[in-house]
């Protein structure tokens, strides 16, 4: 069992940068991928990036280059690092990992969310 514990949240000015972090404790696998999703009012849950276990980056093609990911399999700790915040960046972000089960199916864990809010 895997739990994913977020922090780092809070209310931003516009223009402003934070960095998100995310803990995961229990039975991990520091080869799982891990990544960000964000769920601003009123829509649906997306993507915002994902690192592998080896550290490579892949980000949603939306985001202008404005959020960074970066992991420590150290500390089982992923981050999302996030510059020029805009109010439509404010969300809820949502911390996930995901594994594969040997016959393929995916197996996602979430952590419990944490608000970011931008004012302009």
């Known amino acids: 069992q895997v739990h994913l514990v977020e922090s780092g949240g809070g209310l931003v000015q516009a223009g402003g940068s934070l960095r998100l972090s995310c803990v995961a404790s229990?039975?991990?696998?520091?080869?799982?991928?891990m990544g960000w999703y964000r769920q601003a009012p009123g829509k649906e849950r997306e993507w915002v990036a994902s690192i592998t276990g080896g550290g490579i980056p892949d980000y949603a093609a939306s985001l202008e280059g404005r959020f960074t990911i970066s992991r420590d399999r150290d500390k089982n700790t992923v981050y999302l690092q996030i510059s020029s915040l805009k109010p439509e960046d404010t969300a809820v972000y949502y911390c996930?990992?995901?594994?594969?089960?040997?016959?393929?199916?995916?197996?996602?864990?979430w952590g419990q969310g944490i608000q970011v809010t931008v004012s302009s």
């Open positions: 229990g039975v991990v696998s520091s080869i799982n991928p």
């Open positions: 996930n990992m995901y594994s594969f089960a040997p016959w393929g199916t995916r197996s996602d864990t």
